[in-house]
């Protein structure tokens, strides 16, 4: 017989769908603590179909749901679209194709090759964000929190591009063009939605100590929260009654400030101008609309800025100032302002000697010190110079003191601050879903009706945004025109829509609940579930997929929607599969390898095993076509052994092979449960195959126990070889096996040693140790190297666990 992987994993696959092998229900004769849910980072159903790295995170989440499936738990694996997304309406623009029709045809695509690998998921709980059943809910969130007043309208800058008329992601800006046509973009006041995400910073930046994710991955969120304690401070404009405020963590570099810098955005930056210098600041703006703020905030740019012709009084030395703006500054950060110290400041110090600005030392590394001028400002702690009474005072206490001394004069005052801005929600696309708010004229923004729900995206004939840079639905016409909810007088729709995260910010409540009709998620089901036990997808999603989801559950926690604070409990990242010259895989450098012709020339079993025998999944590593042949002849070793050796029902094992056998059970199990080496569970796997293959017959309950231990990694062919050999029914439903400890103890035999036949020592190693082992081993013995020296071993007759004899020449 041998190993007709196609057929056998035809038939599988056949046997699963009809079966409905992997479909669960909320049932409670398992108890809570026999619950798993075990979750994907949903894809992107794009044109391109799948490539080798996808399937990775895939294989890993499908050997711990068949894993912990067979220690008795009940499993929640399931898999959906993330379907809404810019490459879908790109197409529709160049094709005159309705996304829905070609995110339709991708979505076949995907399931096709998803399926073809035999993955566990529970295709009845399948979704799609595109679906109006499931955006509806998305829809009535947002409704939720405008409720609430989290959700709001205004003017915002964002990332325009004149010739696409769209705003786009700092994602999607590449060297400060539009990815998609190459225009230069500009940064543009467009009235957007925002969500009042930084109402929930603080929470967002604790709660993270609750989770179990890779430290990497919370430093990341973290920096993104960006919370910062240190003071306000008020700087009076000469000759104006207006005040500029900066925030800063170090108040005690407060006499070191040599002048003020301003976002080109700051609302007093055309007040205080002068008529000699408005011609500047006026190109110099347009220079900065230019500009991503990814590129402006660039710590290797070069500085640029503008004088004002203006300055403010220092509020302790009463010195004049003067006020810049720079684009290396951000509106959308702090206060908009900045107090400059170039001599603590690396920024401020390369901007100043650009610009022929003082310099001032005020912080020294040992008390009473002044260095000489230096390319590099320093920014540690120390003590205060140039600081008047406050000299000699360490960076500690000259802060407590300077903030008490702000207070009590009405200068400044202690403060927090974050670097997260409110979440811009609009964007001014087609495939995306509607914004469920109408504007009246006399009622101002007014949510329509949740019985409205959902609200369908219209027909249109051209998915271009408008000549304004208004959506494509500003141009259905008859859609946007329709009556205020609120007093029935004329209204006019919202034409934006909603960004591609928004979707993926509840999925995983959906997959719960997939065809409730009444709510997004029934609360007795999502309170078996919840939270996610185990999430396992990309480090590229480590911030904002990550941090919006956290604060769309906190708020639907707050709301009694949810009953637990966190959506994902523990985190893991797979690293990329790189193509075989040890680069990402792309298209432009021709090195993508199509899952597909893997799984038709070797089979789904073996690229499984593959992939994860690659390496530790967190880390990154190249394909290698020539060593996927190795795995396929292992999974040909197996079924060989399986089907042409006899196997017996015995109750006497060898006792090397009993222990082998529950040590490979304990050291599989637990890689698995590492959620990392599965590359090293493998490499088990092939220890016990290379030694069942020593034997004639093999005892039944090592059959049934390495079969099991294959099943979650090459599960088409362990369903066939339990077929053959024991049931007709799953091995799924089959428990996993478990592992003595007694048997775990390694047992020592003293081994005599002899050299042409005298016996020259002794060694002892365990019952274990091969037999090539132990001849390096006695080789190295001191008493026995000595009648050895450099002659040539000619030949070594091994009698097991008792005697070695070494032949060597004269």
């Avoid at 220079?287 to 300055?311: H, M, P």
């Avoid at 579930?529 to 990550?546: M, Q, R, S, T």
């Amino acid at each position: 017989m041998s190993y007709d992987f196609k057929n056998i994993e035809k038939k599988w696959q056949k046997y699963w769908d009809e079966h409905h092998t992997f479909e669960v229900t909320e049932d409670n004769n398992f108890p809570e603590d026999k619950r798993l849910y075990i979750l994907d980072m949903f894809p992107y159903p794009s044109g391109e179909g799948l490539h080798v790295g996808h399937p990775e995170g895939y294989i890993a989440t499908d050997i711990l749901t068949h894993y912990y499936k067979m220690k008795g738990y009940n499993i929640l694996n399931p898999m959906g679209w993330d379907a809404f997304g810019l490459p879908a309406e790109n197409y529709a623009i160049k094709t005159k194709t309705h996304p829905a029709i070609t995110t339709a045809k991708n979505i076949g695509v995907f399931k096709k090759q998803i399926k073809s690998l035999g993955l566990a998921y529970d295709w009845s709980r399948e979704i799609n964000t595109t679906d109006p059943d499931y955006y509806k809910w998305t829809q009535w969130i947002f409704l939720k929190l405008f409720e609430k007043g989290l959700a709001y309208k205004k003017e915002a800058p964002i990332n325009f591009c004149p010739s696409c008329l769209t705003g786009i992601a700092n994602e999607e800006v590449k060297e400060g063009k539009c990815e998609r046509c190459g225009t230069v973009v500009i940064r543009k006041n467009l009235p957007q939605w925002l969500l009042k995400i930084t109402v929930y910073a603080e929470r967002l930046l604790s709660d993270l100590e609750l989770l179990d994710w890779p430290e990497d991955i919370k430093t990341m969120q973290q920096n993104w929260i960006g919370k910062s304690e240190g003071a306000y401070i008020n700087f009076d404009i000469e000759n104006f009654n207006d005040r500029i405020e900066v925030f800063t963590t170090r108040p005690d570099t407060i006499y070191g400030v040599t002048y003020m810098v301003l976002a080109p955005e700051h609302p007093l930056v055309d007040k205080i101008t002068t008529s000699k210098q408005k011609k500047e600041i006026e190109n110099y703006k347009h220079y900065t609309s230019t500009k991503s703020e990814l590129e402006r905030t660039s710590l290797i740019k070069d500085k640029t800025g503008a004088f004002t012709g203006s300055y403010v009084i220092h509020p302790l030395t009463k010195k004049k100032i003067p006020i810049w703006i720079s684009d290396y500054i951000l509106i959308s950060y702090g206060t908009g302002a900045i107090m400059a110290v170039p001599g603590h400041d690396q920024r401020d110090l390369e901007f100043a000697q650009k610009y022929n600005l003082d310099i001032v030392q005020v912080v020294s590394p040992q008390k009473g010190v002044i260095f000489e001028k230096s390319n590099e400002a320093f920014i540690e702690e120390g003590f205060a110079v140039n600081s008047g009474k406050y000299d000699g005072l360490t960076t500690g206490e000259f802060i407590r003191e300077i903030i008490k001394y702000f207070e009590e004069n009405k200068i400044g005052k202690l403060g927090i601050t974050y670097k997260l801005r409110d979440w811009i929600f609009s964007r001014q696309r087609y495939w995306g879903e509607p914004i469920p708010i109408v504007e009246c004229k006399n009622c101002g923004h007014v949510p329509i009706p949740e019985s409205d729900l959902p609200l369908k995206l219209p027909e249109v004939t051209s998915f271009s945004p408008t000549e304004t840079g208004e959506s494509p639905l500003a141009n259905a016409k008859e859609w946007v025109k329709t009556t205020c909810p609120k007093c029935g007088g004329p209204a006019l729709r919202e034409t934006n829509t909603m960004p591609n995260w928004a979707g993926s910010c509840w999925y995983y409540l959906r997959y719960i609940d997939p065809k409730n009709k009444t709510s997004l998620c029934a609360m007795e089901k999502q309170k078996y579930w919840l939270p996610v036990d185990i999430y396992v997808g990309g480090k590229e999603h480590a911030v904002l997929h990550l941090l919006y989801a956290r604060f769309w559950h906190k708020f639907l926690y707050d709301i009694g929607c949810v009953s637990t604070t966190e959506p994902f409990i523990k985190l893991r990242n797979q690293g990329l599969i790189l193509g075989e010259d040890n680069q990402k895989m792309s298209k432009s450098r021709g090195n993508v390898v199509n899952p597909d012709d893997i799984v038709s020339e070797f089979g789904a079993d073996t690229f499984r095993i593959y992939e994860m025998f690659m390496g530790p999944l967190e880390v990154s590593k190249p394909w290698n076509t020539n060593s996927i042949k190795g795995m396929r002849r292992f999974l040909e070793r197996i079924f060989t052994l399986f089907t042409q050796t006899k196997i017996v029902k015995s109750s006497v094992i060898d006792d090397k092979l009993e222990r082998l056998m529950h040590k490979s059970i304990q050291k599989v199990s637990a890689d698995i449960e590492s959620i990392s080496s599965f590359n090293t569970a493998i490499s088990q796997m092939m220890i016990f195959l290379n030694e069942l293959e020593n034997y004639e017959e093999i005892p039944e309950i090592v059959a049934i126990n390495f079969i099991k231990l294959i099943a979650p990694f090459a599960p088409h062919i362990a369903e066939e070889l339990w077929s053959i050999l024991m049931s007709k029914n799953s091995i799924f439903n089959e428990p996993w096996p478990d592992w003595n400890d007694d048997k775990l103890q390694q047992k020592e035999v003293t081994i005599a040693v002899q050299v042409n036949g005298k016996l020259r020592g002794q060694v002892n190693v365990t019952t274990e140790t091969s037999e090539k082992e132990i001849i390096e081993i006695a080789k190295s013995n001191e008493k026995i190297k000595k009648y050895i020296s450099d002659r040539q071993i000619i030949k070594t007759i091994y009698v097991p666990k008792k005697i070695l004899n070494i032949l060597i020449g004269g």
